[in-house]
């Protein structure tokens, strides 16, 4: 595998590729929100509240992996994540 390559997709812990994990508990929150939304079809309050917790919950994932990603590609996923929540909630 080229160095660049290597350097971006190596765990710093265990030293094997990763690129992508089990999900840890905001994203579990997230996965949640989703599912019910998809199959309660909410409507009024319960809709937006599962709506803003959904995202609040993918936003704390996001942050945690710029924070405590194993590698760049985890901190730039994270990144790529928020990016994508901010524009969302601009649009």
């Given amino acids: 595998m080229p160095f660049a390559l290597d350097w971006f997709f190596r765990n710093r812990r265990t030293g094997e590729i990763t690129i992508g994990q089990w999900p ?14 998809l199959t309660l079809a909410p409507a009024g309050q319960f809709g937006a509240a599962l709506k803003i917790a ?17 590698n760049p590609w985890r901190r730039c996923l994270g990144g790529a994540v928020l990016l994508a929540l901010a524009y969302w909630a601009l649009a």
């Fill in 24 to 37: 840890n508990l905001p994203l579990i929150v997230f996965l949640a929100c989703i599912a019910l939304e």
């Fill in 54 to 70: 959904g995202r609040i919950a993918l936003a704390a994932w996001a942050l945690d992996e710029i924070a405590r990603g194993v």
